[in-house]
């Protein structure tokens, strides 16, 4: 697909405009210039996707595991041949720098083949029972399953979550998010490529509250795998109760990233720095809340500031960029809304705080990276998710204390330990509610570890063998042989 080309739906392995004609257009964070016109689906287009997928949900699940994995095998190949070109498509939509953009394909693609290379090892159990016979589990596809993915990392998330319901022979409907669809439609397309039947992947894209919520309450989709803010989770896991659908949903996080004064502190800065404004801080994991050890609090602050002034921004394609725009025009105000609230609730504006200086940048929706000290546990900038370049770095004295104001979050999804006493960090990473947590480095995502939020970021847990729980169904037969 080449950029600025009208981009279409993929239904039933066609390529097909929206029903009724609709558009919208794209626009490409770092120039503001227009990027792409896309399909605008409706209702109706969902229940085509829909009945497209349900009509090849009988076929998939026929095809043998074996067969099944060599499909996403082919696909992950394809992924890499065509690395480049889906690096700057999502560069350019999603105003991210070209080296990440190259990793998330890498991702991908490691993730298509993960999950094709555990689904033919994995089966059911044989249990013995308290009766003349023996019980044995299947894993049966669930069917269709509608994925809604946010824009933030659009390939990859859509990875996580296609990859295992595609090997464990569901068929799906993808719903990408408005600002970022492109490289789910190249996606769809290499899957044709593959080999995948026409009808077992389908890409519709359009507005969250038209063709997501379709989506979400049709009575053929028994799966809905959700990534996004919890607001939204909250009105799909609500939409999804009617018809009892499986439900994971992945969303906000306000992670802490705890540093102990025995740390290395030099490696817990320069981590702070990518672990805060990666992706231009419009990340899920983000380590936004920075707990500092009060003994080596001034001096991690300083080596902090520095730190994120020499982050260089930049346009996403070129290969020194460490960070990008902010996704839209809207969601750079929200951003600098949150710093306003911060100075105006007493937080210390240590740097950043608006646009870069730089004129050369005057055509993006750039933040410069922004750091608050002072910050105390009531204001916005520390209970909400900003999801933008912005911390909040705050002293504690002791463990406890430390454990206390990690907690002190809605939120449970992320977080880092930085500490060489190994104790510490155990009995810390076991007291600390969240989901995924890294020990003296910045993240903890790996491909077979499963990944997912405690309290209000999430239910259901990705990655990993985990993940094929969410889907599949377990059905468990009783064979009587008394004879
Ligand atoms: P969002 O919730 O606005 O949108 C996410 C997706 O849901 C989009 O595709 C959108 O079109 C769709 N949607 C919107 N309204 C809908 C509705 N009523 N019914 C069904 N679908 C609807 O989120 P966003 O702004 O795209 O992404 C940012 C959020 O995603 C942040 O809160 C971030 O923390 C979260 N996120 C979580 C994870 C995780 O793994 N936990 C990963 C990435 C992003």
């Given at each position: 697909m080449s950029v600025a080309a009208e981009a279409k739906l993929i239904i039933d392995g066609q390529s097909v405009p929206a029903v009724d004609g609709r558009t919208s257009t794209l626009i490409?964070?770092?120039?503001?210039s227009q990027l792409a016109v896309v399909a605008a689906a409706g209702v109706e287009d969902v229940e085509r996707a829909v009945s497209a997928a349900a009509r090849a949900f009988p076929g998939w699940r026929r095809v043998s595991s074996r067969e099944r994995a060599q499909l996403l095998f082919r696909l992950a190949a394809l992924l890499r041949q065509n690395r480049d070109e889906l690096a700057r498509l999502e560069s350019r939509n999603a105003g991210k720098p070209i080296r990440d953009a190259r990793d998330e394909v890498d991702l991908a693609a490691n993730c298509f083949e993960y999950y094709g290379g555990a689904v033919d090892k994995v089966g059911g159990q044989t249990i013995p029972v308290a009766a003349p016979g023996v019980s044995l589990t299947f894993r049966e596809p669930i069917g269709v399953c509608a994925i809604i993915v946010p824009w933030n990392f659009p390939i990859a998330i859509t990875s996580w979550k296609s990859a295992p319901a595609l090997a464990m022979g569901n068929t799906v409907v993808l719903k990408p998010a408005e600002q970022t669809p492109l490289t789910a439609l190249r996606l769809a397309e290499l899957m044709l490529e593959a080999g995948?039947?026409?009808?077992v992947f389908n890409v519709i894209t359009g507005a969250g509250s038209v063709v997501g919520e379709a989506l979400v309450k049709h009575?053929?989709?028994r799966k809905v795998s959700f990534t996004g803010s919890t607001d939204v989770g909250v009105r799909v896991m609500k939409l999804a109760a009617d018809t009892i659908k499986r439900v994971t949903l992945e969303l906000g996080g306000k992670s802490a990233n705890i540093i102990f004064a025995d740390s290395d502190i030099d490696k817990a800065v320069s981590s702070a720095v990518s672990s805060s404004l990666g992706n231009a801080g419009q990340?899920?994991?983000?380590?936004s809340r920075v707990l500092v050890e009060q003994s080596v609090y001034d001096q991690f602050l300083e080596k902090l500031r520095r730190g994120f002034s020499s982050v260089v921004m930049g346009?996403?394609?070129?290969?020194?960029?460490e960070m990008g725009p902010m996704i839209t025009a809207e969601h750079r105000e929200r951003v600098l809304g949150y710093i306003r609230s911060g100075i105006d609730e007493g937080?210390?504006?240590?740097?950043?705080?608006?646009?870069?200086?730089?004129?050369?940048?005057?055509?993006g929706t750039y933040i410069a990276p922004t750091i608050f000290a002072?910050?105390?546990?009531?204001?916005r900038i520390v209970r909400e998710?900003?999801?933008?370049p912005v911390v909040a770095v705050m002293p504690f004295i002791g463990e406890q204390a430390a454990i206390e104001m990690a907690n002190d979050s809605e939120y449970g999804l992320s977080g880092s330990i930085w500490t060489r006493d190994i104790g510490r960090a155990l009995r810390v990473a076991r007291a600390v509610e969240t989901g995924v947590l890294s020990i003296n480095t910045g993240s903890s995502v790996h491909l077979g570890a499963p990944f997912g939020g405690f309290k209000k970021s999430g239910i259901g847990r990705e990655l990993g063998l985990a993940a094929l729980d969410h889907y599949s169904e377990m059905k468990s037969v009783y064979i009587d042989v008394s004879g």
């Open positions: 490409e964070p770092a120039t503001g995948i039947p026409s009808g009575p053929l989709v990340d899920c994991c983000a380590r346009d996403p394609l070129r290969e020194e960029t937080a210390e504006l240590v740097c950043g705080g608006s646009a870069p200086d730089d004129p050369s940048l005057s055509g002072g910050a105390k546990r009531g204001m998710e900003i999801f933008g």
